[in-house]
C-alpha cells in the first residue's frame, strides 16, 4: 500500500489547507469577525439600558400634557441648544424610560421623523392632542402605546403596576444572545463555503490551473472532495471557536443532543458545497462569481432567522422562507442549541439538506467545465 | 510505432477555424517545433494532442492510441506545460511539485531530481507569487517532468522571457535531448528556438502546415534562414502580429 503522503486526496487536502492558512485575513473573517459580531450584537441586547424616545411638539394650544410636563418632567437643552422637557420613568423589571419632548413646527418635525431622530409627533385640535406617526412602525407604535398610557395615570411612573404582573423568565435560551449564536453558526458556515469553494474553482478555471490538474491522472473528484473536506474542518473549527467565546461571555450552553448537531452540521456543509459547485460549475469570471454568491446568499441572509425571527414576514411566505437551506440548518442547530432537541427532530432537515446538495452537486458536475 | 500521428485534423471556433485539415507523424525521441506566428493554430493543434480539446474531424493517436479510450493511459505518460497556467501564489515550489507528483503516485525523491533538473534547489521554499518570469516557467517545466514523460509538450515556454532565462531553459531541454527517452512538441515564435533545440520543424499559419521537415531540407539558396523561408511562404515576418481589424 502506497504512503499516505503520496495519495491525491491527501496531497490536494493539504495544498489548500495550506492556501487557506497562509491568508491572514481568511483567519480574521472566518474566525475573529464572528466573535466581535457576536460580542456586539450579545451586549446590545442582553444589558439593561435605558429606553429613550423622542417626541415633537407641534401644538398650537395649551394641552393637559403640558400640565403633566411642567409637574413631571425636567428642563434641558439638546445638543443644539434647543430646550428640551425630560420625563423619566423608572422601572427596575423593564428597564427605564426617558421621554424627551422638543418644541418644534411642523415642517421640521416631519424632517426629523423622516430621519428617524424621532418617533413621534404631537399636535392638537382645540387644545385636544393628536397623535402623528407611521402606524406600521413598531417603535413607534410602542412610544405611543407607552406615552398614552402614561398620560392616563401619570404618578405611577410606570413601574408599580407591572411589577405587580410580569413574572421575568430566567431560563437558558430565552436570551437574544442564545438565539444569535446558532445563526452565525450557519451563517458563518454559507459564507466560508460558498465563498471558500465557488470561488476557489472559479478563480482556478481563470488562471487555468484546473485544466493544468485535469491534464494529469488526478481524479476529478478527489478535487472537489479535498475542497468540502478542508472547507468542513474549518467551519468546524470556526463554529468551536465562536462557541467558545460565545461559552466563556454569554455562558451558552448546548441544551440537547452533541452528536445530531454534529450530523445537521454536517448536512449543512453538503447542502452549501452543492450549491457552491452548481454556481461555479461554468463561469471563469470571479465578477460572475461573485454575483452568483451574493444572489444566492443575500435572500437567505435576510430571510433564514439569523439575525433575528423570520416568524415576522407575513404569514404567506413563511412556507417558502422554511424551505431555505440555511433556514433549516439554522432552524435544526438552534433547536439543538436552545430547545434541547435531539435526533428525532433533526432527521427530516438532514435528509433534506444532503440530498438537496447532492442533487445540486450533481447537477453541478455534470455542467462542470473544467477548462 | 509512431510516438504521434495526426490525420486529417479540422477544429473551428465559432466563426473562426483555427486549424484546417493537418496531417502530421512524429517518430519517438524526436524534438519538433510547430513554429508559426500568433494565432497560426499551434496551440490549438497541442491541445488537441494533449487531449485537452476535441477535434470537429480527424484523428489523433498517441503511441497508436485515442484519447477517448484510453485517456487515463495517456495522461500518464505526457507531460505538458500550458500557456499562462498560474499556479498557486501561496504554495512553494516544493509544495506545488509535491502536490502534482501526488497526481502520478509519486513521492518526494522524484520532487528533488526535477528540483535538480530544473535548477530551482535555491528557490524550493519560495512561495510562487515570489518568483521571476523564468522561475516560474522552470517551475512549469519541472511539473511537465515529474511523471518522466515520454511525450512533451510545451507550448511558447520562453515567451516573455529575457535571453539569459530563455538560454537556461533550452539548457534543460538540452540536457532531456541527451536522454533520448523523451519524445518533444514545442511551439513557439522564436525561429532561433526551433533552429537550436529541434530535429523536425513544421510551419504553421492559418491553420495549416505550410512546409516541415528536418533544418537543413527547409532551407535553400532563396532561403537562408527560417525568417526568410516564412517570409517567401507567407509574404510577412514570424513576428508580426495578425491584424485583428481586416
Redesign the interface.
Known sequence: MKPIQNTQLYQLSKAYFLEIIREPEVLFWGMIFPVLISIGLGLAFTQSTDTKFHVLMVTEHHTELDDMLTEYAKTSQNKNGNELSVWKITDDILGNTEFSFERSDWHSAIISLKRGEAELIVGDSLGELRYHFDPHNSQAQLVYMKLSALMKSPATTGSSDSEAFIEPLTLKGVRYIDFLIPGLITFGMMGSIMWGISYTIIERRSQKLLRRMVATPMKKTNFLIALMVVRTVMNIVEALFLFFFAWLIFDIEIQGNIGALFVIFLAGNIAFTGIAILISSRTSKTEVGSGWINAVQMPMMILSGVFFSYHNFPEWSLGVIKLLPLTAVTDGIRSIFIEGAGWVEIITPTLALTAFGLICAIIGLRWFKWY | MLQIEVKDVYKSFKDVQAVRGVSLAIQPGEFVALLGPNGAGKTTMVEMM???RKPDSGEILIQGKNWKKHE?EL??I?G?S???????E??SIR??L??????????NERVNEVIALTGLESKQKSYVGTLSGGQRQRLALA?ALL?TPQVLFLDEPTTGLDPHSRLDLWNILRLLKEKGNTTLILTTHYMEEAESLCDHIIIMDEGKILREGKLEDLLDEESHNLDELFINLTGKTLSEVPTLIP
Request: charged share 30%; glycine share 10%; aromatic share 12%.
Open positions: 494533449e487531449g485537452l487515463r495522461r500518464k505526457i505538458l500550458l500557456q499562462e497556467t498560474r499556479f498557486a501561496k504554495l509544495e506545488t509535491r502536490l502534482f507528483a501526488g497526481f502520478f503516485d509519486l513521492g511539473v511523471n
